[in-house]
């Protein structure tokens, strides 16, 4: 037993110096687009992938301890006619959720990293004609959808009955939604901002008493620059509900 844990935390240990090195030396790319790509990967990638190699090491070692002294205090039965859930399956289960949530991370950081690219290219790249705002949305919106995604399939891999949880998720939702009203409008009223894109980054707006120069339109808020040089946050709902002037 002692050697197995030993080799697997000497293992995690290794591989993360291993990543840390590779990090420093691949993560940060050089010229073109291979290197954007590369400096993208190595931006999004080391933090979860390190957690994970000890994510598995530490759920290894814990199987590996609660098999040499059987200790198991508890059974959960899981259902009619399954096997009780032990503290070995209910470890694995927990690495399976905890790797799936890494992943997750991984591709929302890999979404931000991207778009920030793209933009940069936006700003510096003659030859390519991209559009700051479309951007931001569409990140915004990825991200959103991949930890949606990511958090269903945990869920499930976590055991859990997902038609109980849709059903439930359903009525909660509807109960949080009418609560935070002012959220949800504020939500759609930036799915709606994007969409009809009355102003985009780098417009000068007024709108009632609200004037300054867009810097960043999120599904939440819009965030202007006054001429004073300070930082506006404006709910996007406000939009919806007043004349929108723009100046380019």
């Known amino acids: 037993m002692v050697t197995f844990i030993t080799i697997t935390l000497g293992s995690a240990l290794v591989l993360h110096l ?4 590779l990090t ?4 940060k790319g050089g010229e073109g687009t291979l290197g954007d790509i590369r400096t993208a990967i190595g931006s999004s990638l080391p933090t979860p992938l390190g957690v994970a190699i000890w994510v598995v090491a530490l759920t290894l070692t814990a199987q590996k301890l ?20 032990t503290v070995d399956i209910l470890l694995t289960m927990i690495r399976t959720g905890l790797l799936v949530v890494l992943a997750t991370w991984f591709v929302a950081r890999g979404v931000r990293a991207f778009s ?6 936006h700003h510096s790249k003659d030859t390519v004609e991209l559009d700051t705002t479309a951007i931001q949305a569409l990140a915004s919106i990825g991200v959103v959808i991949t930890w949606v995604v990511g958090f269903i399939v945990t869920l499930q891999s976590l055991g859990f009955n997902m038609n109980a949880v849709i059903t439930i998720g359903g009525i909660g939702g509807a109960g949080i939604a009418f609560a935070s009203k002012d959220v949800v409008a504020n939500f759609f009223g930036g799915i709606v901002v994007m969409l009809n894109r009355p102003f985009k980054v780098g417009d000068t707006i007024i709108s009632g008493k609200i004037q300054g120069t867009v810097t960043s339109i999120g599904l939440y808020a819009t965030l202007l620059t006054t001429e004073d040089g300070d930082t506006l946050y404006v709910p996007n709902s406000i939009f919806n509900a007043s004349e929108i002037l723009t100046k380019q």
């Open 18 to 21: 291993l990543l840390f090195g």
């Open 24 to 27: 420093k030396l691949f993560g």
């Open 66 to 85: 609660v098999e040499h002294f059987a200790w198991n205090p508890f059974a959960i039965e899981s259902g009619e006619g399954e096997n009780a859930i």
């Open 116 to 121: 920030n690219i793209l933009n940069n290219w």
